[in-house]
Nanobody
Framework: QVQLVESGGDLVRPGQSLRLSCTAS????????LRWYRQVPDKERELVAQ???????EYADSVKGRFTISTGTATNKFYLQMNDLKPEDTAVYYC??????????WGQGAQVTVSS
């Protein structure tokens, strides 16, 4: 069964950092788009960061300069480094692996809470 599993969500204070990990049950190396989304109650899911299979990255304006999406040496993982966290970053964060017209997999979500 294909799975994506997020980890690393936590309760932190404003200004602190967290790193989210997304672990897949398959090799992500050739996946066209690896993405992190977030969602708060009663709002649409928001695209936070994206990395393509050739390493191009894009970020939501609200997180530029603070968040970094990356892959690592493990070909079934990718990450979201979140620095200088703010209360408005509080959300459930979802990882997504999309190969257009072939697959579109989601994780179950990880709660990130930023509060003093």
């Amino acid at each position: 069964q294909v799975q994506l599993v997020e980890s690393g969500g936590d309760l932190v204070r404003p200004g602190q950092s967290l790193r989210l990990s997304c672990t897949a049950s398959f090799n992500l190396f050739y996946t066209a788009y690896l993405r992190w989304y977030r969602q708060v109650p009663d709002k649409e899911r928001e695209l936070v960061a994206q990395i393509t299979h050739i390493g191009e990255t894009e970020y939501a304006d609200s997180v530029k300069g603070r968040f970094t999406i990356s892959t690592g040496t493990a070909t079934n993982k990718f990450y979201l480094q979140m620095n200088d966290l703010k209360p408005e970053d509080t959300a459930v964060y979802y990882c997504n692996a999309r190969q257009p017209q072939i697959y579109d997999y989601w994780g179950q979500g990880a709660q990130v809470t930023v509060s003093s």
